[in-house]
């Protein structure tokens, strides 16, 4: 067992060797811009984009022509989200989504609100799940697209998005949800769950980063938002990332071949992760659903201590406390407080992502490492334990330092 550890398979994940032998040759041999019609290497880079997408698009359950290439799921989101906003105009101008919703949709929410747009934000249960009946209660006629994640990124539950779709199905409302935490970990059929349009990404089911698609059902109505070539159906001009998008199918046919071995090995390492730390520490407790969720996923909050101690103290363990793309605002979890959570327990909260390259070994480290930090931090060491007889106190302690030894 290496250290540090990664953990934080939310955030993003490691490219795969496989994928990386795969995508090398098209970044010195066969260059070619996809676009160029008239020789071998357009052709070529054209051959391998067309074998990307139809790997992409099997892995959702798509057909190929019905996929577009962006550069990751948030622009993917933005083109759903304004896109069928500014096509869908003369219909009406509601959209519906979910208080716990990735910041790619928030955001995009939060500018069509700008614009004139009304925005219905509905609140889940404590476990992490929206009712679909609570969907049902607020469409209306003016009502143009429903957008829910189908799996959160930072508690990892799963929505009940074949249901949730039917609800708009019945309604003649688009649904839209970003699947970029589930694509690849679980299984996804467009078809068979009504969905309209769908966002994912290469970078978490161990592609590159920086290219993405968007699924876009056969006769939806979505305006382009960046205009210049009319690149991919005329819904995302420029240039495609050929290497990238060679990646992202590479990726996408290594999670079609592995994905139900692999989430039987994931859902058994994050099960003995949990029943360790059940088993080592009292005032642990799960966050979200523990039967709708990703099988490598584990949120859990620790009473009695400081949520920044437990991430700073946990050196060696690459975890999160949320979001990785909303961290650097240092805010509390939106999540965690739409589920019920009070500031203590969504401030120490920690988000485990396991991943395709973790061991039991691993697993086994971090329950031992996490125990015993807490245990600590639950039992300060009083400071007149720390000095000698005479009380003079270590070198190297201050009094700034909360009673930790440098």
């Not at 994940?13 to 020789?39: I, K, Q, W």
């Not at 970003?178 to 769908?198: E, H, N, R, T, Y």
Request: glycine share 10%.
């Amino acid at each position: 067992m290496n250290l540090p550890i990664y953990m934080d398979g939310h955030a993003t994940t490691r490219v795969d060797p496989r994928v990386l032998a795969a995508m090398l040759p098209f970044f010195d041999e066969h260059y070619g811009n996809a676009a160029s019609r008239h020789h071998r290497f357009g052709w070529d880079a054209r051959d391998a984009v067309a074998d990307a997408r139809a790997a992409v698009a099997g892995l959702i359950g798509a057909t190929a022509r019905e996929l577009v290439f962006t550069s990751g799921a948030t622009e993917s989101n933005n083109l759903a989200l304004k896109g069928v906003a500014d096509a869908s105009r003369d219909r009406g101008n509601h959209v519906v989504t979910v208080q716990t919703e990735h910041r790619a949709v928030l955001d995009p929410c939060a500018r069509l609100e700008q614009q004139g747009a009304e925005v219905s934000y509905l609140p889940v249960r404590s476990d992490g799940l929206l009712d679909p009946l609570e969907l049902a209660a607020v469409i209306t006629s003016k009502t143009v697209l429903v957008t829910v994640m189908m799996a959160n990124n930072e508690i990892g539950v799963l929505q009940p998005v074949a249901d949730l779709a039917n609800v708009a199905q019945l309604r003649g409302v688009p649904f839209h949800t970003d699947a970029a935490q589930a694509a690849g970990k679980v299984p996804i059929d467009v078809s068979a769950d009504g969905i309209d349009l769908l966002s994912l990404t290469a970078h978490k089911l161990y592609g590159p980063k920086g290219v993405g698609a968007l699924f876009v059902r056969r006769g939806s109505r979505v305006t382009p938002i960046m205009d210049g070539g009319g690149h991919e159906s005329g819904l995302r001009s420029g240039t495609l990332n050929v290497p990238a998008i060679v990646g992202f199918g590479r990726a996408a046919m290594l999670c079609t071949d592995e994905m139900v071995a692999e989430g039987t090995r994931l859902s058994r390492l994050r099960d003995r992760l949990w029943t360790g730390l059940q088993r080592s520490l009292s005032g642990v407790t799960v966050n979200g659903s523990m039967t709708a969720r990703l099988p490598q996923s584990l949120n859990i909050s620790v009473s009695g201590v400081n949520g920044e101690q437990l991430l700073l103290g946990l050196d060696e363990v690459a975890v999160s406390s949320g979001a990785a793309c909303t961290s650097v605002h240092q805010e509390p979890s939106h999540v965690l407080r739409a589920l019920g959570l009070g500031d203590a327990a969504v401030r120490a909260s920690i988000r485990f992502g396991l991943g395709r390259f973790n061991t039991e070994a691993e697993v086994d480290y971090v329950v031992q490492k996490l125990s015993s930090l807490v245990t600590r931090l639950r039992n300060p060491v009083p400071v007149f334990e720390l000095g000698d007889d005479d009380g003079n106190l270590p070198s190297g302690w201050c009094a700034e330092s909360d009673g930790e030894i440098d």
